[in-house]
């Protein structure tokens, strides 16, 4: 779990910050449903799968956690998040070109699926909001590597994409149009029609303000597709699995299907039914398709229009 320590990291020892309210309605307090130390097992076992550049270990020594559920709408999140200055060092250092390589090794299996998800979302896009007449535009917030700017330019859009890890955006600078909405902002691009928001909410300190400046950035009528880990059915993860939707460093809004419609809708969004899309040749991929269409569970891939 441990480097080689960063000279320039702004104390040996994170620093972290509570959140005293609710980050979705306000309300405070809340009640604890897990807590513990970061180098207790198996979190510290399960934060060294992320392969973080340098000394986490050293920096996370004695740090506690506390994941807390609000009593008055059931959100659950982590009270106590990095300070702006470390979570700088997180996303800038400890999250760092070599640690994408080193975590992106270990998900190539599922890369292909991601890319065939990414297709289906433009082809949606594209039913759900019809002919135009001219280009569809399309904004990625968070949006890593532009994976989906380059899938919604394949297909004729006008896309751009804002993610503020710098990172990412020197990797990717022809895809990564801005670090924020500022930037965005000062191209002068517009409203657009649709704007995604993938594995973002569960990362940000304020979703509940994130999602409002998603609104004000998408016309009305307009789509809004997201996608946060599913947190569901747990409180104290149990698994690898259940860890990801919970990770105290950087999944610090743990979402369900209620919670991410309910933070949505109250940003100026309604709740759309996901329509089919195939891009497969294999034929048990159509049946599952057609399937869901009367057998569709719940889930935190949801898509939104904008009211």
């Not at 400890?94 to 292909?112: K, L, S």
Request: glycine letters at 8%; a neutral charge; hydrophobic letters at 40%.
């Amino acid at each position: 779990m441990s480097g080689a320590t960063p000279t320039n990291d702004p104390s040996p020892r994170a620093a972290f910050r509570a959140r005293a309210s609710c980050p979705l309605c306000d309300a405070p307090g809340g009640d604890a449903i897990w807590t513990g130390a970061f180098l207790d097992a198996p979190v510290r076992e399960w934060i060294g799968r992320y392969g973080y550049s340098g000394d986490v270990d050293g920096a996370l020594a004695g740090a506690t956690f506390t994941l807390v559920r609000c009593p008055r709408c059931a959100f659950a999140y982590h009270r106590d998040i990095l300070t702006p200055e470390w979570l700088a060092t997180l996303y800038s250092r400890w999250i760092d070109a070599r640690q994408i390589e080193r975590f992106e090794a270990g998900h190539r299996e599922a890369a292909f699926e991601t890319g065939r998800q990414m297709v289906k979302h433009v082809l949606r896009a594209a039913a759900l909001l019809g002919p135009l007449g001219r280009p569809l535009r399309w904004l990625d917030f968070g949006c890593g590597d532009g994976a989906q700017v380059a899938s919604a330019a394949l297909f004729g859009c006008d896309a751009f994409g804002i993610d503020f890890s710098a990172t990412r955006t020197e990797r990717n600078g022809r895809r990564v149009v801005a670090r924020d909405f500022a930037g965005f902002d000062a191209l002068g691009v517009g409203p657009v029609d649709v704007v995604s928001a993938f594995q973002v909410l569960e990362h940000v300190d304020d979703p509940a303000a994130l999602l409002r400046g998603l609104a004000d950035r998408v016309r009305p009528g307009g789509l809004l597709i997201v996608e946060v880990p599913d947190a569901s059915g747990f409180d104290a993860p149990a698994t690898w699995e259940q860890f990801q939707a919970v990770q105290p460093l950087e999944h610090i809004n743990a979402f369900t299907p209620a919670t991410l419609r309910t933070a949505c809708e109250r940003a100026g969004f309604a709740a759309l039914r996901r329509p089919p899309a195939h891009v497969t040749t294999r034929p048990l991929d159509l049946l599952r398709t057609e399937a869901s269409r009367f057998l569709a569970r719940s889930t935190t891939n949801q898509y939104f229009r904008r009211r």
